[in-house]
């Protein structure tokens, strides 16, 4: 079994930063975080894919987020990152990281994905 451990949200004026952590650990095989992805829900909004990382480092991002946040991963260290930079209010939600073994037919569909974190929470004033 894997566990994905989120970390790094917190309260942020507009316009500032956040790093984000996603550390795997578990019974982990170089398989098991083949795929990872954040995903986000705000207050009140659907769940949405944030952004996605392949084990060639192949990135793909939601247009929302596309030129601010910046998904990247340390093999060594078991961990996915998401830097997020020029944070509005409409980033506030829980974030949280799935991986999966098969890439997933559509990188948006969380259920294509076998393990997943509780999250952590991102709030960004005006």
């Known amino acids: 079994q894997v566990q994905l451990v989120e970390s790094g949200g917190g309260s942020v004026q507009a316009g500032g930063s956040l790093r984000l952590s996603c550390e795997a650990s578990g019974y982990i095989n170089s398989a098991s975080t083949n795929y990872m992805a954040w995903f986000r829900q705000g207050p009140g909004k659907e769940r949405e894919g944030v952004a996605a990382i392949d084990s060639a480092g192949r990135t793909v991002y939601a247009d929302s987020v596309k030129g601010r946040f910046t998904i990247s991963k340390d093999n060594a260290k078991n961990t996915m990152y998401l830097q997020m930079n020029s944070l509005t209010p409409d980033d506030t939600a829980m974030y949280h990281c799935?991986?999966?073994?098969?890439?997933?037919?559509?990188?948006?569909?969380?259920?294509?994905?076998?393990?997943r974190g509780r999250g952590t929470q991102v709030t960004v004033s005006s």
């Open positions: 799935r991986s999966t073994i098969l890439r997933p037919i559509s990188w948006t569909n969380a259920e294509q994905y076998t393990y």
